[in-house]
């Protein structure tokens, strides 16, 4: 299993194919219809057509989201001399075309999108305008905000480049139409008292997890792959990240997630359906899993795609820690024309509670903006979730996160220990000796590294 192409995969089932017709603005400002004479269009700011007595300025916002559409559309009403043109810009663009306007030294929008998978090789790197340092004062949000995500974001000498977006805080999900028909209760502190209450633990889940296979006759495992399910929580429990700066700690953290995950495929409690395509969506049709442990960010996809589930699930808290898979951030560009107005729609996006719950209400992305949690609407019972108060449980679990810094060899680790992980799941290789080669092949590949 290699799990940043998960991630990726979700990301591109979310994005679906509209906006792709956007595709050939990218990177490109809309040109003003008239230029004020003696500036050039290199030079000057975007401006559209005088409306009035006004002048809108135009700011560019790469997301590789069509929702992102909900944040210029509403900050149009807050701030009608400013114009977001929002292009729906898929998932590697947003990155890789981001890193080649760095390297061409033109080419970048006001506001870019940054996922968690890819934000070391930024954080490392020039391009970005300090968050902090005029004409910006991000500095003054940091208590606001996330603690893990502000670290994220941050780079190793203090700047802050990558504005705080969304979380993905993660637990157990189970359907409840499932568990009834199995002969269990479905509420949500029952269930948690049936996989060890207080003192849940993975070994007393794999055992329930085992005991809800039986009861079904076989055809009913209670998560779907060992590799996603298992392997992706255990070794997010500990922080994410392969490395702390330079120095490898594959071997450290990913030998528990590796046996964990060997366990529960030999066990033969997973369904053994691999994560994010057409036999998972038909394995939600078939009942062939009933629950899964996976981030909050899984209601839109499932709430799109598959709607019958909607109203059946429920969702507790992971065996042993809280964990989160994902989230987002912005970043203004040093090449932005328009810092100041990108800034406004950024602080109003990400760090006001308006800009946060209007996406969160239509789309589900959680708030890193801890004030915006205090809407009564994360206190409320949620209809997805059958009536449960989910809202207020994933911002516990999202405000009680370990991290560390990312780094810009993120995506080579985590290719590498993905590699193993199949090795692991797919020939019955033994999880302690592929930890120790994932990380020798860490060190080979990664010029700089240490073990």
């Known amino acids: 299993m290699d799990d940043r192409l998960n991630r990726r995969g979700f990301l591109r089932l979310l994005a679906g194919a509209g906006g792709l017709a956007m595709l050939a603005a990218c990177g490109q400002a809309a040109a003003p219809a008239e230029q004020p004479a003696g500036e050039t269009p290199a030079e000057a700011p975007a401006e559209a057509p005088a409306q009035g007595d006004t002048v809108v300025t135009e700011i560019t916002f790469w997301w590789w989201d069509g929702v992102g559409q909900i944040w210029a559309d509403e900050y149009a009403k807050v701030n009608p001399k400013v114009k977001v043109n929002f292009v729906n810009t898929p998932f590697a663009d947003a990155h890789d075309k981001l890193l080649t306007s760095f390297a061409a030294g033109s080419g970048a929008p006001d506001v870019a999108s940054l996922e968690i998978g890819r934000?070391?090789?930024?954080?490392?790197?020039?391009?970005?305008?300090?968050?902090?340092a005029a004409p910006f004062d991000g500095g003054s949000l940091e208590k606001d905000m996330v603690a893990y995500k502000w670290t994220q974001g941050s780079t190793p000498d203090g700047r802050l480049v990558a504005m705080p977006w969304d979380i993905g805080p993660a637990g157990v999900w189970y359907r409840a139409d499932l568990f009834e028909a199995a002969g269990y209760p479905s509420d949500p502190e029952e269930v948690e008292a049936l996989i060890g209450g207080a003192d849940n633990t993975w070994d007393t889940f794999f055992a329930f997890a085992q005991e809800f296979k039986e009861k079904s006759g076989g055809k009913t495992s209670l998560f779907a792959d060992a590799g996603t399910d298992i392997y992706g929580a255990v070794y997010r429990q500990q922080g994410e990240g392969y490395a702390d700066g330079t120095k490898v700690l594959i071997e450290e953290k990913a030998s528990r997630p590796f046996a964990l995950a060997a366990q529960a495929r030999q066990q033969g409690i997973d369904a053994n359906i691999p994560w994010w395509g057409a036999e998972w969506a038909a394995g939600v049709k078939d009942n062939a899993f009933a629950g899964m442990v996976i981030a909050c960010w899984m209601q839109g996809g499932l709430t799109r795609d598959q709607p019958e589930t909607v109203g059946q699930w429920r969702i507790i808290r992971a065996p042993e820690a809280n964990y989160n898979w994902g989230g987002s951030f912005v970043a203004i560009p040093e090449q932005s024309k328009n810092k100041e107005q990108a800034w406004e729609?950024?602080?109003?996006?990400?760090?006001?509670?308006e800009g946060q719950n209007v996406l969160f209400k239509q789309s589900g992305v959680f708030p890193a903006y801890k004030p915006a949690w205090q809407d009564p609407l994360y206190d409320e019972p949620v209809d997805f979730f059958g009536g449960q108060r989910a809202y207020r449980i994933w911002a516990e679990i999202g405000d009680n996160i370990k991290a560390i810094f990312r780094t810009p060899n993120d995506l080579q680790l985590d290719d590498i220990v993905g590699a193993e992980l199949t090795k692991v799941l797919q020939e019955g290789k033994d999880p302690a000796q592929a930890a120790l080669d994932a990380e020798a092949e860490a060190l080979k590949r990664i010029e700089g590294t240490v073990g």
Do not use: P
């Open 119 to 132: 934000i070391g090789g930024f954080t490392a790197k020039g391009g970005l305008a300090d968050l902090k």
């Open 345 to 353: 729609f950024v602080k109003w996006a990400v760090a006001s509670a």
